[in-house]
Structures are given as C-alpha cells and as structure tokens.
C-alpha cells in the first residue's frame, strides 16, 4: 500500500544548530505533501507544504525539500530553539483519495 | 476564533464496551476528518464528513462509525472496544475539507482495558 516514512525516529540537536528532518515517500504520484508539527498534548499543526511541481519552498525558519527522483522530502529548521522541540510528521495528499497519509514521526529534541 | 474542541480529553472502557466521542468544528467550518493515532501505526484516517454526509472513508473495520449534525459537530462511536483501540482520536475540520488547511483539534485519549 502506499506508504510515508521517515528516516530517524529521534533526532537530538544543540539550540541554535540547524536541524534536518527527513522523510522517504513510496507513492511517485502523490502531489502534495506537508509538514506537520506536534507538541505534547495537541494535534498536529501545519507548518509547511509543497507541491510536485516545486523542489524547495521556505517559511519563517523552514524550509522544504523534495527531490521527486528519489521520492525524500526534508524539512530543514534553521537556529532551532527550545521550543521547536516536538514530533514532525511528513504528510502525502494521496493523488487517488485526496486523503492524508503520515508518516511515522520523528521525535526532536533540543539541548539549550 | 475558538480552535477545534474535543470532548472528553480523556477516557478509560473496557473491552467489549462502546465509546461515543465528540467534536467541535471551528465555527464556519463544514468537513470534519477522524483521524487514528498510536505509536505503531503512527497517524490513520478514519473518515470525513462534509455537510452531514460522509465524504471519505479510511480502513477501518465497521465497529468505527461517525455522523454530523447540522451545525457541524459530529462524533465517532466504536464498538466493541478491543484493546487495540486504545489511541489519541484526533479530529480536524476545514471549511471545505481541503487538507492543507484543516485545523487539529487535542484529541481525546482512549485507553481500553
């Protein structure tokens, strides 16, 4: 079945460092894929999206990467703070349902 | 404007028994999503609503069912609880069910025993 995974399911950085999460997609069909952000105790927020048609897009310290050849998406967060900490989850807009399929989830965590 | 309300945030059942959850749309939002959440299967759609009907489905057995009410709300029921069932519910809606601007709701943890 189609499937969005990611790589690390934990990833410890230093505040101010730059932070990389990455995540392996199976469907090549898919168009639209997000990023998610989930703190302890809530649902998932949006943080960001691309479509197919793009290979990088950036917001307000994030930016995303997708390389269709190898089917991965990266979400970079740059000078990652305390309160960046949380689960990121990637997201496929599968292109047949128009439903979301998630990733696993990766878990990261900063160090002051 | 109020965020997605869930309700209750917090629940324990027994196996065999049934669970009845609610959601509370942000005002002006129409689609309301039923999402799955547990660390070995990660996040899982369980359908959408839109205007009362439902829209979409996942792959869940029939024991999960919803429904929508006129204002927006709606609720899930499962039956039968098994112990495989205990998750975080997680509930989103939009205003016309497009993903990419859905709103999450807190969800609400069920433990079955």
């Known amino acids: 079945g189609e499937s969005v995974g990611l790589h690390l399911p934990t990833l410890s950085v230093q505040e101010g460092d730059n932070s990389i999460i990455n995540c392996a997609y199976s469907n090549s069909a898919s168009d639209y894929f997000i990023w998610y952000k989930q703190e302890s105790g809530k649902g998932p927020q949006f943080i960001i999206d691309i479509r197919s048609n793009m290979d990088k897009r950036q917001g307000q310290r994030v930016t995303v990467l997708l390389n269709k050849t190898v089917k991965h998406l990266s979400l970079q967060i740059a000078a990652t703070q305390p309160g960046d900490s949380a689960v990121y989850f990637c997201a496929e807009v599968s292109s047949n349902t128009g439903k979301l399929i998630f990733g696993q989830g990766t878990t990261l965590q900063v160090k002051p | 404007k109020a965020g997605v309300t869930q309700t209750p945030r917090y629940l324990i059942k027994t196996r065999g028994q049934q669970v009845t959850l609610s959601c509370s749309p942000i005002s002006g939002h129409r689609s309301v999503s039923w999402y799955q959440q547990t660390p070995g299967q990660g996040l899982q759609f369980l359908f959408e609503y839109f205007s009362e009907t439902q829209r979409n489905k996942g792959n869940f057995p029939g024991r999960f069912s919803g429904r929508q009410f006129s204002n927006s709300r709606s609720e899930m029921n499962v039956s039968t609880l098994e112990l495989g069932d205990s998750a975080l519910y997680l509930c989103?809606?939009?205003?016309?069910?497009?993903?990419?601007?859905?709103?999450f709701g807190p969800g609400t943890r069920l433990l079955v025993l």
């Open positions: 989103a809606s939009s205003v016309e069910g497009r993903v990419e601007t859905q709103y």
